[in-house]
Every structure is written in structure tokens, then in C-alpha cells.
């Protein structure tokens, strides 16, 4: 045993080099466990080399400046209570932390000193130290402070724990930088998503762009082709729009095409990728949809735009349609609706052609 309190003792001066005089929690209660042992062992103590080289005739005293100078070499909190739960002896940063004298608190318990609230929690996690016979760590609220809280239990030389070593450790700068850094991430990654979001959507019609529709066909025509679900495209463009602008001017045609994406919008599914890919040009990808049923869906959509209520501007749509093929390239996917819709154009626009 007084081989481990010489180690015990070393290691704790060694931690206390390395950090700067900021002794570490295990080796505080290491050192702690093993002078408890030595003052409940005289004939230990009196053999041991490591209380001959610092005690003088006066052993008390010696042993209580070692313990005092230990307490006020820490940075952290601590405290060692018996198992009363009544505070044994507390350093400097402790008295410090919960803004009272050193004599108001040795001899006390907490529910004589703190708020009942406090004094629960922290007893509660005490008795468990006691009878389990093992170190916890927990996190309190006291006083404003974000707390942590270490407990290592200490014991005799029969291994029964006689008492508790705390260390406290304010963690309320470190847990408001956390929250801050959390914060700026949670902006962050909002703005990310909205930068995502306007890369890829038309700034004049709040429909997704040619940037988005290209990502959906390429990620839709693999899909389709790994797990053999339909996939169609439907193509269209506004009739005679460069006549609307160059009559009603480029104001009114903005009008027009967004009052077209509005009207698209409300008769199509949310899982539709809808997009403006060029001046009056816009594509919609209909997953999970055959040629069949794409057939009735564009019907629907043509007679809309054609009731669309407009200033005086009657507005019509040529559309082209496809079911895409197994085996077939995403451009010659898109190609051959193009095709279709050129085809509705020389059938004398307003029509539905695949």
C-alpha cells in the first residue's frame, strides 16, 4: 500500500507538471484515497518513507498544510465529504465557485447551505457513489453556472468507500461556446440551403431550372432502368410568344409565363419535377407514369393554360410526350420528346403529339 501512495503521490505531481498545476481528477482522488488510508493506519503511516520525508515532530500539522497545499494548487472546484454527506474539507476555487467562506460549508450539508433543489440532485448522485463504489460524472445547473461534477469514491484499507472526492468544473463558457457554434451551424446550413435552392430554381417563375432538370433526368432514367418503373417527359412551349412580346411587350410576357408555372403547378403531383429550360421553354418529368396516363395528364394541361384569364392575351401550348425506353441514353430520352414537340408545332400548335 505505501508503494501505491508513493506512485499515487508521484503521478499526481507529475499530472500538476504537465497541465500547469492543473492536477488531474483520478490522480487527486488516487492521492486522496491513499492519505486517507495513512491516517487510519498510524503504523503504516510512521513506516512510510513518503510521510518520514516531509512530516517534523508535529505530524498533524504537516499532514494538514500537505492536504492545504494540494487543495490550492488546483484550478477545479473540490471537495471530499464523509458519509454524512457532510463537507470533510474544500479548497480555495470551491469556496470561490459558490460564493461562500471555507467556514460556512466544512461541517455542513448541502441542504444547509444550497438550494433543496441542488442539494437533491447532488445527494441523490452521492448515495450512488456510496454504494455502487464507483466514479460519476454529471452535469448541474447552480446559480447560472453550467456544472460539471465528478465523484470518486474513497476508501480504507479494507476497501470499503469512507468518503467522496467531487471536483467541480465550470463548463458554462465552454457549453455557451457549444451553443453558439451550434447556432452558426444551424444558420449556416440554412443558408446553404437556400443558396442550393436558388441555384437550382428560376428566379421569374419559382420553378426549378435547367440545372435541376438535367440532375433529375440523369438521377429518373436510373432509376427507371434499375427497378423497370415508367418514367415519362412531357415538353412545351408558348405559341407565337416572340409575337406577345414584340405586341404587349416583355412585362406582359413575364406575366404570361408565370402565370403558365402558377397554373402547371396546380395540376400537377409534387413529385413531378417541373422546370423552365429556356426563354418560353418548360419540361416536366412524371415519374411512376406510362405513356397512357401521360396522354390524359397533358390533355388536362393544355385546356387549362387555354382558360387561363389574361389581359386580352389569348395563350396557347404545344406540347410533346414521351415514355423513355430501357436501354436508351437520357439525351436520346429527351431528344425524341423534342422531336414530338416540334411535331405538335407543324400540326398546327395547341396540340398534344408523342
Known amino acids: 500500500m505505501e508503494k501505491a501512495a508513493r506512485l499515487s503521490f508521484f503521478k499526481f505531481l507529475q499530472s500538476g507538471k504537465r497541465s500547469k498545476s492543473r492536477f488531474s481528477s483520478s490522480a487527486l482522488a488516487g492521492l486522496l484515497e491513499n492519505v486517507l488510508y495513512f491516517k487510519n493506519n498510524p503504523s503504516a503511516k510512521s513506516k512510510s518513507r513518503l510521510f518520514q520525508s516531509i512530516s517534523a515532530p508535529n505530524r498533524k500539522k504537516e499532514d494538514d498544510f500537505f492536504l492545504k497545499q494540494i487543495f490550492d494548487h488546483l484550478e477545479e472546484a473540490v471537495y471530499y465529504k464523509n458519509r454524512n454527506f457532510r463537507y470533510i474539507n474544500i479548497n480555495t476555487a470551491f469556496a470561490a465557485l459558490v460564493k461562500k467562506e471555507k467556514d460556512s460549508i466544512i461541517g455542513f450539508s448541502d441542504f444547509e447551505i444550497f438550494k433543496e433543489s441542488f442539494a437533491l440532485k447532488l445527494r441523490e448522485m452521492e448515495k450512488k457513489v456510496f454504494d455502487k463504489n464507483k466514479s460519476l460524472k454529471k452535469f448541474f445547473l447552480f446559480d447560472g453556472k453550467y456544472?460539471?461534477?465528478?465523484?470518486?469514491?474513497?476508501?480504507?484499507?479494507?476497501?470499503?468507500?469512507?468518503?467522496?472526492?467531487?471536483?467541480?468544473?465550470?463548463?458554462?463558457?465552454?457549453?455557451?461556446?457549444?451553443?453558439?457554434?451550434?447556432?452558426?451551424?444551424?444558420?449556416?446550413?440554412?443558408?446553404?440551403?437556400?443558396?442550393?435552392?436558388?441555384?437550382?430554381?428560376?428566379?421569374?417563375?419559382?420553378?426549378?431550372?435547367?440545372?435541376?432538370?438535367?440532375?433529375?433526368?440523369?438521377?429518373?432514367?436510373?432509376?427507371?432502368?434499375?427497378?423497370?418503373?415508367?418514367?415519362?417527359?412531357?415538353?412545351?412551349?408558348?405559341?407565337?410568344?416572340?409575337?406577345?412580346?414584340?405586341?404587349?411587350?416583355?412585362?406582359?410576357?413575364?406575366?404570361?409565363?408565370?402565370?403558365?408555372?402558377?397554373?402547371?403547378?396546380?395540376?400537377?403531383?409534387?413529385?413531378?419535377?417541373?422546370?423552365?429550360?429556356?426563354?418560353?421553354?418548360?419540361?416536366?418529368?412524371?415519374?411512376?407514369?406510362?405513356?397512357?396516363?401521360?396522354?390524359?395528364?397533358?390533355?388536362?394541361?393544355?385546356?387549362?393554360?387555354?382558360?387561363?384569364?389574361?389581359?386580352?392575351?389569348?395563350?396557347?401550348?404545344?406540347?410533346?410526350?414521351?415514355?423513355?425506353?430501357?436501354?436508351?441514353?437520357?439525351?436520346?430520352?429527351?431528344?425524341?420528346?423534342?422531336?414530338?414537340?416540334?411535331?405538335?408545332?407543324?400540326?398546327?400548335?395547341?396540340?398534344?403529339?408523342?
Not at 257 to 271: C, S, W
Not at 337 to 343: E, F, K, S
Request: net charge positive; charged share 35%.
Open 147 to 354: 456544472l460539471e461534477i465528478i465523484l470518486h469514491p474513497l476508501k480504507d484499507s479494507f476497501g470499503k468507500t469512507v468518503a467522496i472526492a467531487g471536483i467541480v468544473k465550470d463548463k458554462t463558457e465552454e457549453k455557451a461556446f457549444v451553443k453558439k457554434t451550434n447556432a452558426m451551424k444551424r444558420y449556416f446550413k440554412s443558408r446553404c440551403k437556400k443558396l442550393e435552392l436558388l441555384s437550382m430554381c428560376d428566379s421569374l417563375t419559382n420553378i426549378y431550372n435547367r440545372y435541376k432538370f438535367d440532375i433529375a433526368l440523369e438521377q429518373e432514367t436510373k432509376r427507371s432502368k434499375r427497378y423497370g418503373l415508367p418514367l415519362s417527359l412531357i415538353l412545351f412551349d408558348i405559341d407565337d410568344f416572340k409575337n406577345i412580346n414584340d405586341e404587349f411587350g416583355h412585362i406582359e410576357g413575364d406575366k404570361i409565363l408565370k402565370k403558365i408555372a402558377k397554373t402547371v403547378k396546380q395540376n400537377i403531383r409534387d413529385i413531378d419535377i417541373f422546370a423552365r429550360i429556356g426563354g418560353d421553354e418548360f419540361a416536366i418529368l412524371v415519374p411512376n407514369t406510362s405513356l397512357k396516363e401521360i396522354e390524359k395528364i397533358t390533355d388536362k394541361l393544355k385546356k387549362s393554360i387555354e382558360n387561363m384569364k389574361t389581359a386580352k392575351i389569348k395563350t396557347t401550348c404545344s406540347f410533346g410526350i414521351a415514355e423513355y425506353k430501357k436501354g436508351e441514353t437520357k439525351e436520346d430520352f429527351f431528344k425524341r420528346t423534342d422531336v414530338a414537340l416540334y411535331r405538335a408545332k407543324r400540326m398546327g400548335k395547341n396540340r398534344v403529339s408523342e
